[in-house]
């Protein structure tokens, strides 16, 4: 190319930038508590927390009388299965992030498959929804919202997106350029990536969304 021919090019379209989104999600909550309450889950995977902070304590308090509601027994069977590890939060961002917990993306048929099949995945999620509302989990939620804002700002101020990002592509394979990375307090120190297909609606298209999922590293001041 001379120099005429390149003084005649388009220039080229500045990067898009990164965008990394850091939450705190009630339905990786919610399925981690049930986790949790297993106790014979927990002592196998090594998948919740080993650090003792006040969080952890109030959910043992709160939770703690449930923990023979169904959809713990129903849980702990499934994951017998197979249904563990990465499917869980997997599943859980499928569902919508509120009381109904109602199903907003079809699940793939591999992740039906450890799940037990539809219709076991199906009488689980309607345990699930039912042990958020006896148990008060949103309400619990709300509650700590505030401790939520702390530990995302945090993990913000001295987060990179673009090597994040990055991180993450390397890990799945794929190639995005946005993505939500979910902080789970009560997880392991390690984490998960899932991608949930949502369908086209209305006049909304069809998309991808990706996410890191992450747990704690330590704790400070009891947090």
């Not at 591999?110 to 799940?115: G, I, K, N, S, V």
Request: with cysteine; glycine share 6%.
């Amino acid at each position: 190319m001379t120099q005429s021919d390149a003084s005649r090019a388009p220039a080229a379209s500045p990067a898009k930038p990164v965008d990394l989104e850091v939450i705190i999600d009630p339905r990786i909550e919610l399925m981690l508590i049930v986790q949790y309450l297993t106790g014979d889950y927990e002592r196998r995977t090594n998948l919740i927390t080993n650090f003792d902070f006040e969080y952890k304590r109030e959910i043992e308090e709160h939770f703690r009388p449930f923990a023979e509601h169904p959809a713990v027994a129903a849980f702990w069977e499934m994951a017998r299965q197979g249904f563990s590890f990465d499917a869980c939060p997997e599943a859980a961002l499928h569902l919508t992030p509120d009381a109904e917990l109602q199903v907003r993306a079809p699940l793939p048929d591999d992740l039906l498959e450890r799940a037990g099949g539809a219709a076991t995945f199906e009488n689980f999620r309607a345990q699930l929804a039912d042990f958020a509302k006896v148990s008060g989990f949103f309400e619990f939620f709300a509650q700590h919202e505030d401790l939520y804002s702390e530990l995302t700002m945090i993990v913000r101020k001295g987060m990179r997106p673009a090597v994040l990002v990055g991180a993450l592509n390397t890990y799945t394979g794929m190639q995005v350029r946005n993505a939500t990375l979910v902080l789970f307090p009560l997880g392991h120190p390690g984490g998960f990536a899932a991608q949930i297909t949502t369908p086209a609606r209305d006049d909304q298209p069809a998309g991808m969304e990706v996410y890191a999922l992450i747990g704690p590293g330590g704790a400070i001041d009891d947090r």
